[in-house]
Nanobody, 124 residues
C-alpha cells in the first residue's frame, strides 16, 4: 500500500504562487494515476487536477485551467501541483490521491489512497 504526504501549503497573497508536493512511500508511484482535490470550509471536496501514470494525459478543473500545472517525477516518487495567479477562492485544504488503475477521472471514488492534506490560504 502506498502512503502519501502532501507539503508546500501555506499563506500567500492573491496573485502569488505556491508549489505543492505529494511524496509517496511504501510503493513506487509509477503505475498510479494521480490527482489533486481540494476542500474549502463548508464546501464539498472538488477535483482540481489529475495526471495519468505515464504522464501523457492531464486534466484540470475549469476553475484552475491555465493557472495550475500538475506534474510527476516517478524517479523521485513525487507528484507536484504548481499553482500560479492564486485567488482567494483557491483557499482550501489540498489533498493528493492515488489510483491503482493508472487512469484518472474527476471522481474521488477512482482513487484508492489519500494523503492527509495541506492547507493553502490565499489572502486578498
Amino acid at each position: 500500500q502506498v502512503q502519501l504526504v502532501e507539503s508546500g501549503g501555506g499563506l500567500v497573497q492573491a496573485s502569488g504562487s505556491l508549489r505543492l508536493s505529494c511524496a509517496a512511500s511504501g510503493r513506487t508511484l509509477s503505475p498510479y494515476g494521480m490527482a489533486w482535490f481540494r476542500q474549502a470550509p463548508g464546501k464539498e471536496r472538488e477535483f482540481v487536477a489529475a495526471i495519468t501514470s505515464s504522464g501523457s494525459m492531464r486534466d484540470y478543473a475549469d476553475s484552475v485551467k491555465g493557472r495550475f500545472t500538475i506534474s510527476r517525477d516517478n524517479a523521485k516518487n513525487t507528484v507536484f501541483l504548481q499553482m500560479n495567479s492564486l485567488k482567494t477562492e483557491d483557499t482550501a485544504v489540498y489533498y493528493c490521491a492515488a489510483g491503482r488503475a493508472g487512469w484518472v477521472t474527476r471522481r474521488g471514488t477512482t482513487y484508492d489512497t489519500w494523503g492527509q492534506g495541506t492547507q493553502v490560504t490565499v489572502s486578498s
